[in-house]
């Protein structure tokens, strides 16, 4: 039987999940190189303070890092796998990738290591517990609270899936949660690597059967959506307080293959049918039908969470000194309130950003080249959000949030997103030349654990939805705040309402192509012109009606008085005809 369905079947010691990089013990024990006490590696750069577990992979432990003066956890590889050259070479090379992650979801790895036959991964420490232990002290979860949990899961994960990193062994065992209640996830694309090396651990099978998505299970090829399968799983767990499949391993893996999981309904009938529906999407058998991407996951999950809100009941009754309850809680209304300010509030530039067409893409090209017209677009998009010192919030489905400490950061992003776009369509890589809409907005918004929240959120978005395909649109606090408006030019285009805004904001465009920059020139040069010339046009408009008026008011009347005075003459000559004598 698999008793312990989150640990790996492959780990060495009962209580030692592979990858614990976490601290469950105040007492230091030092120790230097390898995990054995007396050895020291050669650059002296870290010292073993004790062993923090023993896993299929290796050894970790904690240590401290001598230059930096800092904790690190170091998993020191099997000498079977530090042995084997091809591994070894790929392993350098997944090192480098995994090396540039940069998300608060996942574990920072910092250093690769060799030293003679000893090679050590060096990790960021996380002080805290693995999600796995959390789970069994606290037994089943509420969906509200098993929500914000699988919201920092899955945008992280959608992170790692867009710069192309496949985790294949996602299971609350390689999850740490830090005191703070971040959660973090760790051993990305180590089991693909460990894979080529099947034949040095006989008897190790890689992977966690209870989390194994059915194309593992059949020695299919992993994907993105094999991550999103163990997620479901995990979010099972976390409500159900239990797996969908118990059994030994051929039980288990031939479960995960044909049968279908109990609905989450039959097991507690108050969870939500819509919840209940999600993770059975998730837990498609075919990958085809499951949920597609992981920002969807995150997306549909944010309508089970519940943020923490103080509540304080305040009695209508009079104390004995004659103060009134009211006028202390608005004294600690009034500290809170600060402290919020402090703590929470903060500005920032936020930007979103937009594939136009991906719809039509997919009826033309269809499904698969849309997935990969995405994550080639999430691919640029993610990369120059990092690159210019950005925070990718979330994607969402083909757009993106992300925020930045300064605005001149946002707009090189912007401008190097659209440039890198421009090239990805320039080298013909999709059929149908792909453009991407973007907004900027500066102003106070509301941190909370990996997202944020506020009016300058809602606004940046409405500006993407403003900027036409292939424009940057930014607002005039972006504009004022940035550093160097020569960097990249920008300029008023116009005052509008946005969706859903009452008032009206002033709008900059940047060019970010200095083609555009030439174009816009002599555009701008035209208007001024028209301008003159309309002005012109009303100025001789305006002359001809007062020459007009001139002419009614002194002209007219003297021809009025000709015309009286002929017909006058007339009368009075007729009437002076003398008649016929009579006979």
């Given at each position: 039987?698999?008793?312990?369905?989150?640990?790996?079947?492959?780990?060495?010691?009962?209580?030692?999940?592979?990858?614990?990089?976490?601290?469950?013990?105040?007492?230091?024990?030092?120790?230097?190189?390898?995990?054995?006490?007396?050895?020291?590696?050669?650059?002296?750069?870290?010292?073993?303070?004790?062993?923090?577990?023993?896993?299929?992979?290796?050894?970790?432990?904690?240590?401290?890092?001598?230059?930096?003066?800092?904790?690190?956890?170091?998993?020191?590889?099997?000498?079977?796998?530090?042995?084997?050259?091809?591994?070894?070479?790929?392993?350098?090379?997944?090192?480098?990738?995994?090396?540039?992650?940069?998300?608060?979801?996942?574990?920072?790895?910092?250093?690769?290591?060799?030293?003679?036959?000893?090679?050590?991964?060096?990790?960021?420490?996380?002080?805290?517990?693995?999600?796995?232990?959390?789970?069994?002290?606290?037994?089943?979860?509420?969906?509200?609270?098993?929500?914000?949990?699988?919201?920092?899961?899955?945008?992280?994960?959608?992170?790692?899936?867009?710069?192309?990193?496949?985790?294949?062994?996602?299971?609350?065992?390689?999850?740490?949660?830090?005191?703070?209640?971040?959660?973090?996830?760790?051993?990305?694309?180590?089991?693909?690597?460990?894979?080529?090396?099947?034949?040095?651990?006989?008897?190790?099978?890689?992977?966690?059967?209870?989390?194994?998505?059915?194309?593992?299970?059949?020695?299919?090829?992993?994907?993105?959506?094999?991550?999103?399968?163990?997620?479901?799983?995990?979010?099972?767990?976390?409500?159900?307080?239990?797996?969908?499949?118990?059994?030994?391993?051929?039980?288990?893996?031939?479960?995960?293959?044909?049968?279908?999981?109990?609905?989450?309904?039959?097991?507690?009938?108050?969870?939500?049918?819509?919840?209940?529906?999600?993770?059975?999407?998730?837990?498609?058998?075919?990958?085809?039908?499951?949920?597609?991407?992981?920002?969807?996951?995150?997306?549909?999950?944010?309508?089970?969470?519940?943020?923490?809100?103080?509540?304080?009941?305040?009695?209508?009754?009079?104390?004995?000194?004659?103060?009134?309850?009211?006028?202390?809680?608005?004294?600690?209304?009034?500290?809170?309130?600060?402290?919020?300010?402090?703590?929470?509030?903060?500005?920032?530039?936020?930007?979103?950003?937009?594939?136009?067409?991906?719809?039509?893409?997919?009826?033309?090209?269809?499904?698969?080249?849309?997935?990969?017209?995405?994550?080639?677009?999430?691919?640029?998009?993610?990369?120059?959000?990092?690159?210019?010192?950005?925070?990718?919030?979330?994607?969402?489905?083909?757009?993106?949030?992300s925020h930045f400490s300064k605005a001149q950061d946002a707009l090189r992003a912007a401008a190097a997103i659209q440039?890198?776009?421009?090239?990805?369509?320039?080298?013909?890589?999709?059929?149908?030349?792909?453009?991407?809409?973007?907004?900027?907005?500066?102003?106070?918004?509301?941190?909370?654990?990996?997202?944020?929240?506020?009016?300058?959120?809602?606004?940046?978005?409405?500006?993407?939805?403003?900027?036409?395909?292939?424009?940057?649109?930014?607002?005039?606090?972006?504009?004022?705040?940035?550093?160097?408006?020569?960097?990249?030019?920008?300029?008023?285009?116009?005052?509008?309402?946005?969706?859903?805004?009452?008032?009206?904001?002033?709008?900059?465009?940047?060019?970010?192509?200095?083609?555009?920059?030439?174009?816009?020139?002599?555009?701008?040069?035209?208007?001024?012109?028209?301008?003159?010339?309309?002005?012109?046009?009303?100025?001789?408009?305006?002359?001809?009606?007062?020459?007009?008026?001139?002419?009614?008011?002194?002209?007219?009347?003297?021809?009025?008085?000709?015309?009286?005075?002929?017909?006058?003459?007339?009368?009075?000559?007729?009437?002076?005809?003398?008649?016929?004598?009579?006979?």
């Open positions: 039987m698999l008793e312990n369905e989150d640990n790996s079947t492959g780990k060495s010691g009962p209580d030692a999940p592979d990858g614990t990089i976490m601290d469950s013990q105040d007492t230091e024990v030092t120790m230097a190189g390898g995990g054995d006490a007396g050895k020291s590696n050669a650059s002296s750069r870290y010292t073993i303070k004790k062993t923090l577990g023993k896993g299929a992979m290796g050894v970790v432990s904690l240590a401290t890092d001598n230059v930096l003066e800092r904790d690190v956890a170091i998993k020191e590889l099997h000498a079977s796998l530090s042995h084997d050259t091809d591994l070894m070479h790929r392993f350098r090379r997944e090192a480098k990738v995994l090396a540039k992650m940069a998300h608060p979801g996942v574990v920072q790895i910092f250093d690769f290591v060799e030293d003679g036959d000893a090679v050590w991964i060096v990790m960021e420490f996380v002080k805290g517990m693995e999600l796995a232990d959390y789970l069994k002290e606290r037994g089943p979860l509420s969906v509200k609270e098993a929500a914000p949990l699988g919201i920092q899961l899955a945008e992280a994960l959608a992170y790692t899936h867009s710069l192309d990193i496949i985790h294949r062994d996602f299971k609350p065992a390689n999850v740490l949660l830090s005191e703070t209640g971040a959660l973090k996830i760790m051993d990305f694309g180590l089991a693909k690597l460990v894979q080529s090396a099947q034949h040095t651990m006989a008897g190790t099978i890689l992977g966690t059967p209870s989390y194994m998505s059915p194309e593992q299970a059949e020695g299919k090829t992993a994907d993105a959506r094999s991550d999103i399968y163990a997620l479901g799983v995990v979010l099972y767990k976390m409500v159900a307080g239990k797996v969908p499949f118990t059994g030994d391993l051929a039980s288990v893996l031939a479960q995960h293959i044909s049968k279908p999981p109990v609905p989450l309904r039959q097991i507690n009938p108050s969870i939500p049918e819509s919840f209940d529906e999600l993770i059975l999407s998730m837990l498609e058998k075919k990958p085809a039908k499951r949920v597609q991407d992981m920002a969807d996951v995150a997306e549909s999950l944010r309508a089970y969470e519940e943020y923490a809100s103080g509540q304080t009941v305040v009695s209508d009754r009079a104390t004995v000194e004659g103060e009134s309850e009211l006028d202390e809680f608005l004294d600690k209304r009034q500290d809170m309130d600060r402290e919020f300010e402090e703590r929470f509030k903060k500005v920032l530039t936020v930007m979103f950003t937009d594939l136009k067409g991906s719809t039509t893409i997919a009826e033309k090209e269809g499904d698969l080249s849309s997935r990969i017209l995405i994550k080639d677009h999430n691919k640029i998009v993610s990369t120059n959000i990092r690159d210019n010192n950005g925070v990718l919030v979330k994607t969402m489905g083909d757009g993106t949030m440039k890198g776009m421009e090239e990805y369509n320039i080298q013909k890589k999709s059929k149908v030349p792909i453009l991407i809409r973007i907004g900027l907005h500066t102003g106070n918004v509301i941190i909370e654990k990996h997202d944020i929240f506020g009016d300058v959120v809602n606004t940046a978005s409405r500006f993407e939805s403003s900027a036409n395909p292939g424009e940057i649109q930014l607002s005039e606090d972006t504009f004022n705040a940035l550093d160097d408006k020569a960097e990249i030019f920008c300029r008023y285009i116009k005052s509008a309402k946005l969706k859903g805004k009452s008032e009206a904001f002033n709008i900059y465009k940047a060019f970010w192509d200095e083609k555009e920059i030439e174009r816009d020139i002599p555009v701008q040069d035209e208007a001024q012109e028209k301008k003159k010339s309309s002005r012109l046009v009303l100025a001789g408009l305006v002359i001809s009606v007062i020459i007009v008026i001139i002419l009614a008011v002194f002209v007219a009347p003297k021809f009025t008085e000709k015309d009286t005075g002929g017909e006058r003459r007339s009368i009075e000559h007729s009437v002076t005809v003398p008649e016929k004598p009579s006979r």
